[in-house]
């Protein structure tokens, strides 16, 4: 008599749980009063074989966690559990009953993961930071990409230097950026993409520009252009001028490479500026060459807040990036 009671408690189980939501057998369906979270510290506890680290686990209590489990049996009409002085095992109904749970939960996980990308591919707004250069250059492929994927997520892309990328980032203006590596806080991971080298830019009709293969050398002496000391690409450039013992005479100071640009294009003097910086319109009509005698790079890369999780969106662009920058 025993015996057909588990079985029959079983399959009330089997078809109130039903993945279908139908019942295979409708006259034996009884509906189960529980949480989901009751469901998860069966497993929990089946895993655990312990309820004092099941419920560590679950961030409840140890009688919080026996009282869920009592009223799931309850329920059920069976015992799951064998409590014993030394562990916790699976009743044979609980060993029936547990993958069946697990399967269940499954599905339901992955069911509302879709609905929430569903809902970030139907509407919303994705904030991001990007320094100018990064954005002219690679952003508008890596959008259009992306807006056929998420054609109702309005994107708002900050046209920021690089400290100003690291502040929006942390204070959660943006959910990540396209930036320098210009910040040591604990609170904000860097990830690397790629890196991106200085070289000299100048006019069309600088003798400079007729040089087949000019080095840092041939820029001594020249009254050079230059961002200032507080941006990002200026303290990058002196870290890689330091390694490759070059000394240069910066005789022009700007705030943004875009008015470096501007400064040479006037013709006051050549600069040293990133390669990606000059393959925007701002540097349609001049020249950039690699120098010879020691490689200065920049590092760009994505700068996020290390214990805040990307939307779906946000997530997919990131991956979109890297990938376009990986290709080049």
């Not at 609170?187 to 830019?201: K, Q």
């Amino acid at each position: 008599m025993r015996e057909v009671r588990r079985r029959w408690s079983w399959r009330q189980v089997e078809d109130g749980f039903a993945t279908d939501g139908f019942s295979r057998n409708r006259k034996t369906m009884v509906p189960l009063n529980c949480e989901i979270t009751d469901l998860r510290a069966v497993i929990a506890v089946a895993d655990a074989k312990s309820f004092q680290r099941a419920a560590d686990q679950l961030n409840l209590s140890q009688p919080a966690l026996s009282r869920r489990m009592q009223k799931l049996e309850a329920s059920i009409g069976t015992a799951l559990l064998e409590r014993t002085t030394r562990n916790v095992r699976l009743t044979p109904a609980g060993e029936e009953i547990v993958p069946l749970l697990r399967r269940l939960l499954e599905e339901l996980d992955t069911s509302l993961l879709g609905m929430l990308a569903l809902g970030e591919r139907q509407a919303g707004r994705l904030t991001i930071a990007s320094i100018p250069s990064a954005m002219v250059r690679f952003l508008p492929e890596v959008l259009e990409r992306f807006g056929q994927e998420f054609r109702n997520v309005r994107v708002r892309v900050l046209d920021l230097s690089a400290t100003e990328c690291a502040e929006a980032v942390r204070t959660g203006e943006a959910e990540f950026g396209i930036t320098l590596p210009v910040t040591s806080d604990g609170d904000l991971a860097f990830e690397p993409l790629i890196d991106d080298p200085y070289g000299l830019v100048c006019r069309q009709d600088d003798p400079l520009a007729a040089l087949a293969d000019p080095s840092w050398s041939d820029l001594v002496g020249r009254r050079l252009v230059t961002v200032h000391m507080g941006s990002g690409n200026r303290t990058a450039l002196e870290a890689g001028l330091a390694r490759a013992g070059v000394e240069l005479r910066w005789f022009y100071e700007v705030t943004r490479l875009t008015s470096a640009l501007a400064l040479v294009q006037a013709g006051l003097g050549p600069s040293v500026l990133p390669r990606l910086a000059c393959q925007g319109p701002d540097a349609r009509d001049l020249v950039w060459r690699p120098l010879r005698g020691g490689e200065v790079v920049r590092t760009i890369g994505v700068l996020r807040r290390a214990s805040a999780p990307l939307s779906v969106a946000a997530s997919r662009l990131m991956t979109l990036l890297a990938a376009a920058w990986v290709g080049r």
